[in-house]
Every structure is written in structure tokens, then in C-alpha cells.
């Protein structure tokens, strides 16, 4: 599987998410829980932009198993700590990889801005404001 990164950095997310599903299902808060995949979702696009999943540090299975073990053991402390230590040093870890990373430069600015168009007035920007809430507002209804 990992001489195809693609299928492999598929894989590799379907099981670190449910392996972290799996922690945290027995919460009984709906809201908690989507919380919790919406925090995910951010994490793995910044993870597949950044991470070569071949090369998952061997640190992350070790700590992947100390939670397993520790949340069967009903071991909360040792649990958690190791848990929020993982998620953390995840988050350092990509991190550094988008500081190392070499990003595309941003497009070219609009025509308009190009050909010496006077910028927005603040007027200008007021008004798109609050035909956006109107449009919000309208939505909700």
C-alpha cells in the first residue's frame, strides 16, 4: 500500500479517523462530537497538503497504542494526557513541515486593482457588509 501515497494517505486517514472516533463516541454530546469532526476535517487538509503519509513517524503508532491501551484500562489520566500530548505534537509537526514547505505564490492581483483602479471607498465596503447580512438573514428565515 504505501508504494501508491495516494491510496495509502486514504487509508491512513480513514483509520486515524475512526481510531479517534472511536475515543471519542462514548461522549453522548452531539455537539461535542461534531465539534470534534469539523476540528478533524481542518487537521487532515492541512495533513494531505503537508505530510508524506509513507513516512508517518513511528512515534505516532506507538502513541496511537498507549491511548488504546490506556482508554480499555480506563486509565482517563494517562488517556488524556497522552491524547492531547499526540494532537499537539501533531499540530508542531505539520507545522514545521508547512515552514519547510515551498508554497505557490498567490495570483496576480484582479484587473482592476492591476490598472490602478482606485481601491473600494470605505462607503463601498459598508454597503457590500450589509447586503451580506441581508442575504444572511434572508437565509436563515
Not at 471519542?24 to 478533524?40: D, I, R, T
Not at 502513541?63 to 500530548?85: F, G, Q, S, Y
Not at 505557490?104 to 447586503?131: C, D, F, H, I
Amino acid at each position: 500500500m504505501k508504494k501508491d501515497p495516494s491510496a495509502y494517505a486514504d487509508e491512513w486517514e480513514l483509520r486515524n479517523r475512526a481510531f479517534h472516533a472511536a475515543l471519542e463516541g462514548a461522549c453522548n454530546s452531539p455537539w461535542l462530537l461534531h465539534f470534534c469532526e469539523v476540528l478533524y476535517d481542518h487537521s487532515e487538509r492541512y495533513r494531505r497538503r503537508f505530510v508524506t503519509y509513507s513516512e508517518v513517524r513511528p512515534e505516532v503508532y506507538r502513541e496511537h497504542e498507549i491511548i488504546m491501551k490506556a482508554a480499555l484500562d480506563r486509565d482517563a489520566k494517562l488517556a488524556t494526557e497522552t491524547l492531547a500530548r499526540h494532537i499537539r505534537r501533531g499540530a508542531e509537526i505539520v507545522g514545521e513541515l508547512m515552514q519547510q514547505a515551498t508554497i505557490a505564490p498567490l495570483p496576480a492581483r484582479s484587473k482592476r486593482r492591476s490598472q490602478g483602479a482606485a481601491p473600494r471607498t470605505e462607503a463601498a465596503v459598508r454597503v457590500t457588509a450589509k447586503k451580506a447580512r441581508g442575504r444572511a438573514g434572508s437565509k436563515a428565515r
